[in-house]
């Protein structure tokens, strides 16, 4: 089952998701994939994985490290399926990272690895843009690489874990303008999500909803406004974004 939430008649609405990825009502009307207002698909803590893959470490030119380095980013960053994110003005490098979401489905405190697993309610697809003119080393607060509004699109559906038959093995894929630009699978995270679910879950309490978006494979690049970038997670959705200016954001907002 895919799960979403989108904007209808103002009202934020759970929808499931049909396998032409168009959202389906509870009393069964479509609305097509394209024309859908899609939201992100739940709310919760924003835990997020950095240098998680070890050839994307090493194309910053960093160790991985040899504990998670997870930062929290606040709900302002979210973004749903097929909308806008502003790179800001006079910035150099503004970077797309396709990344596997493990999504919380019930409760979880002190939970084992070997536990882990279970608590996993779904996964979906994120996009954490980074500015890397702000980059320096990663021990430190990264609020203006990772925490402007719009900057993390996710979605467009939560596909339920057990539909997800090893989600240690999924291709990831980024296209800018529909050119493939960044490849990477899942089996290469350097730590897996069950240590993820046991790491977090020791310092504090994970809620349904939480989301934890587990890193990203190597392959940057740069994105200008205009570009339209789709990440992709194999079996688990393909969220596209449209990057516009700072000016044309703002000016969105009045
Ligand atoms: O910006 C970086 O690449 C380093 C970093 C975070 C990286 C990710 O989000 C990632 O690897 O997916 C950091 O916070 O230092």
Redesign the pocket.
Known sequence: MKRARILFNGELTAVTVNDNNDAVLNDGTVIAEAEANWQPPCDGKIF??????AD??AE?A?KAPEEP?V?LKGPNTLLGHRKNTYRPDGVDYMHY?C?LVAIIGKTAKNVSREEAMDYIGGYTVGN?Y?I?DY?EN?YRP?LR??SRDTCTPVGPYIVDAKDVADPHNLALKTYINGELKQSGNTSDLVFDIPYLVEYLSAIMTLEPGDMI?T??PEGLADVKPGDEIVTEVEGVGRLVNTIISETDYLASLN
């Open positions: 997020v994985l950095g240098l998680n893959y994307h470490a910053l960093f380095l930062f990272e990344e954490d980074a890397r980059l990663y990264n690489v990772k978006f890193g990203t």
